[in-house]
């Protein structure tokens, strides 16, 4: 049978199957051949499965994935860690206030959401306690949304988004990802938190999990507090500010960083909280470069 992950746990690979669900192993030899580049497979992953009866099931392969969503591993920072695979939407949720508001964790997702391909939509959650100006995202092109899972506001607009989709849900703790999801999916019951006295979410997703809502699926995530972006580089990031993109091509210089150069046509066009976190995570990947250089 060809199944989906949709949750695991250790070892165990919890696998849909039209109507079946299978708890899995990967077969011996394959999964021996694949664990030193890391975890066999991921949320998300199309595999094909044996059923062993009772509700177990082998996987046998692992088939082409179409896309991925991935950092770089906090332990080994030479290896990729997907976090999601065969999904076609980012959705950023940061919350208006309890945690504030966040313009540079916004703008990493973007980013993290460039690299990886993926179309994304920035949703607010939280917006009965406030309204942050979300006019640089706006006009930088992104899909905006206010929701509150609270009193309702912007659910159907969310929904819209994700119907006939596999999405996946992307922010720090304490924004409200489960609670948007049990708002969304009456049916489910995912377990939530309050935020900290310090304004700190805390953890109550504690791995990777993909759940039907609103007619279509997600990945609810825990909090991701570290944007460890894989695939960009100092050098690069600039092609995954997609607003930057039609002002560059006015540069005098091709490969103009957008840093110092003098007619660079980026520098003062864009909005300036969006340019202020490209300065900022183009400082934290030269860091980071030097950081790896030194080992």
């Known amino acids: 049978m060809i199944g989906r992950i949709h ?16 708890r899995c ?27 062993c009866g009772a509700g177990e099931g082998r996987i046998e392969r692992v088939l082409p994935r179409r896309s991925k969503l991935s950092r770089r591993d906090i332990l080994r920072p030479s290896q990729e860690q997907v976090i999601v695979a065969n999904v076609d939407l980012l959705v950023i949720v940061l919350a208006a206030r309890d ?50 899972a609270r009193t ?26 489960s609670s948007l999801l049990n708002a969304l999916e009456l049916s489910l019951s995912l377990r939530v938190g309050e935020v900290s006295r310090r304004g700190e979410g805390r953890h109550t997703t504690s791995a990777v999990e993909l759940v039907p809502a609103a007619g279509g699926l997600v990945a609810d995530t825990p909090g991701l507090e570290f944007f460890t972006l894989w695939g960009v580089t100092a050098e690069n990031l600039k092609d995954y500010f997609l607003d930057f993109a039609e002002r560059a091509g006015a540069c005098r210089y091709r ?15 864009v909005a300036d909280s969006r340019y202020r976190s490209y300065l900022e995570i183009r400082q934290d990947l030269l860091a980071r470069r030097d950081l790896f250089r030194g080992r």
Not at 7 to 22: F, Q, S
Not at 129 to 144: K, M, T, W
């Open 255 to 269: 490969n103009c960083t957008h840093t110092v150069e003098e007619g660079c046509a980026v520098r003062g066009n």
């Open 152 to 177: 309702g506001e912007g659910l159907e607009a969310l929904r819209r988004f994700v119907r006939e989709r596999a999405a996946v849900f992307v922010g720090p703790s304490g924004v409200g990802k």
């Open 7 to 22: 949750k695991i746990a250790g070892n165990v690979y919890v696998v849909r199957a039209g109507e079946t669900l299978l």
């Open 25 to 51: 192993r990967f077969r011996g030899r394959f999964r021996r051949e694949l664990l030193p580049a890391g975890k066999p497979a991921a949320v998300g992953d199309e595999v094909e499965v044996t059923c």
């Open 99 to 148: 945690p504030d508001f966040d313009p540079r964790i916004a703008d990493r997702c973007t980013v993290m959401a460039a690299a990886n391909g993926l179309p994304c939509v920035l949703c607010v959650n939280k917006s009965d306690l406030g309204r942050p100006d979300l006019s640089a995202y706006e006009q930088a092109g992104f899909a905006c949304v206010r929701t509150s």
